[in-house]
Structures are given as C-alpha cells and as structure tokens.
C-alpha cells in the first residue's frame, strides 16, 4: 500500500514540476520587449513609404 502512495507523490510532483517549468522557462521580459519594439518600428518604417 505504501508503494502506491509513493508512487502517486512522485506523480503529483512530477506534475507540478512539469507545469512550474513550462510558466517560467520562456523568454525573459526583457527580450520579449526588445522583440515588441524591434516590430513595431519596422511597422512605422513600413508606413512611411511611398506608394508606387
């Protein structure tokens, strides 16, 4: 019975580990604004163009 009970710890925990990295493996706050203003200047210099 305590076989079971171990077993379910180690899933549970498993679990949550898998789920706590997915959230906070990501990319950094800073490159993700880097990133956002990166695109959105290209946006404006695409706007300032002339159109043919």
């Known amino acids: 019975m305590w076989i079971l009970m ?3 710890g180690v899933a ?3 679990l949550v580990f898998i789920v706590w990295w ?3 493996a990501g990319r ?3 490159d993700r ?3 956002m203003s990166s695109r ?3 946006r404006d210099s ?3 163009k002339p159109e043919p």
């Open 6 to 8: 171990v077993e379910a």
């Open 12 to 14: 549970l925990f498993l």
């Open 22 to 24: 997915t959230m906070f």
């Open 28 to 30: 950094k706050d800073v």
């Open 33 to 35: 604004d880097n990133n």
């Open 40 to 42: 959105d200047n290209s």
């Open 46 to 48: 695409a706007r300032d």
